[in-house]
Each structure stands twice: as structure tokens, then as C-alpha cells.
């Protein structure tokens, strides 16, 4: 079976310098992980699967990685911590509101994850399947948002007056995290924005106690 965007590089003589042959080659494996994983579950997943969507060598895979852990904790990391730049460029300036800041880094979160659901799946359910290691790094993903977003939502003297800033933006970030992960366990990727008004509901009651 052809998957698109799986193209192997050309045999013989091309323009490509090794860096970019490279790259390639990493690019294909990382992407490759996230996919199968997304089908047929961690555990499920061997690395001759990885190969064959990614149109790699077993060679190849072994130049970049030890295992299939390493592959997998590699493309969680780049993948979250891409999505979480993607969050904090979407706070835009601090002359903008708190809370609108704080809308606008949740509506990229949840729009990021709702259009690509393998990411979506891999990162926020399948992640618990590859071990302590992942668990840790999940954590310390989440960690960084909370940082993220108690940072903006400090800006607001209100929420100053809490019992426990940090604490109740762990609680926010917390949640979120559950009802996302639950909406992908469900399947329902499509439902994942529409969490955005009842979340902004709790936020704003936080604020104005």
C-alpha cells in the first residue's frame, strides 16, 4: 500500500547534501511513528511497521534511533513543543485583554489538536502505553503550559487575589487536559473547540470571585 507524502528518496546520483538526506530520512521516521501509532496503538506498533510507512531501512532507523521508544519520545517531544509555540505566538500583545489572550492560546491548542488527529491520538492517549519515560516527559509538557498560561492570566490583577494562582492554573491546564483526552479516546476530534466556550465560562467565574 503507497502512502503520500512517504516518497522515497531517489537511487543514485542527486542534488540533495547529505544534511538534507538526512533530515529526510528523520522527517519520514518521526512522522511514520506518530501515524502507525495512531492506527494500531503503541504497543502494537513494531518497528518494521515504522520501515514500511516511512520507506526506511532497518539500517537507516538505527542510525537515528536506539528503539522504538527513542523514535516515538523524539516525535512526542518536537510535536508538543511545537504545538505549544504555536499556543504562546497565539497570545499575540499584551495590550489585548487577559482573558482574550488566554482564548486565544486555548482556541490553537484545541484547533491544533482537532486538525491532526494522529498527532491528537498519539500524544494525548497513546502516550501512557510507552512508559514512564513518556509519562514523565507528558508532564513536563504540561508543566510548560501551565507557565504559559498562568504567565498570561497573572497579567490580570484578579486572579492575583486567588488563594493559589499556580495552583488553580494547574487546575485549569489539569482539566483541559482531561476533557481533551477524553474527546480523543472518544474518537471525537471534531468536538474538541466546541470545549472552548464552557472552559472560558469556568475561567471567567474564576476571575470574578
Known amino acids: 500500500m503507497d502512502f503520500p507524502g512517504y516518497e522515497a528518496l531517489p537511487r543514485g546520483r542527486h542534488h540533495l547534501t547529505r544534511e538534507q538526506v538526512v533530515a529526510s530520512q528523520r522527517e519520514r521516521l518521526l512522522q511514520g511513528i506518530i501515524e502507525v501509532v495512531a492506527e494500531k ?37 518536537e510535536g508538543a513543543a511545537l504545538l505549544l509555540e504555536v499556543a504562546a505566538k497565539s497570545a499575540g500583545s499584551t495590550e489585548v485583554p487577559v482573558l482574550e489572550r488566554f482564548e486565544l492560546i486555548l ?13 491528537a491520538r498519539t500524544f494525548l492517549f497513546e502516550v ?20 504559559l498560561v498562568n504567565g498570561v492570566l497573572l497579567e490580570d490583577e484578579r486572579w492575583h487575589l486567588l488563594p493559589d494562582p499556580e495552583f ?24 474538541l473547540p466546541a470545549l472552548q466556550a464552557p472552559i472560558m465560562a469556568l475561567v471567567r467565574q474564576l476571575i470574578a470571585r
Open 168 to 191: 488553580a492554573c494547574r487546575m485549569v491546564v489539569g482539566g483541559v487536559a482531561a476533557l481533551v483526552t477524553g474527546k480523543v479516546a472518544e474518537g471525537d476530534l471534531a468536538g
Open 128 to 147: 501512557y502505553a510507552a512508559g514512564p519515560a513518556a509519562a514523565a516527559r507528558r508532564f513536563e509538557i504540561q508543566r510548560r503550559f501551565v507557565e
Open 41 to 77: 496503538g503503541y504497543v502494537h506498533t513494531s518497528v518494521a511497521d515504522v520501515l514500511k510507512r516511512a520507506r526506511i531501512s532497518r539500517e537507516t532507523f538505527y542510525e537515528h534511533f536506539s528503539d522504538k521508544q527513542a523514535c516515538f519520545l523524539t516525535a512526542f517531544e
Open 107 to 119: 482556541s490553537a491548542y484545541l484547533n491544533g489538536l482537532a486538525s491532526d488527529p494522529a498527532r
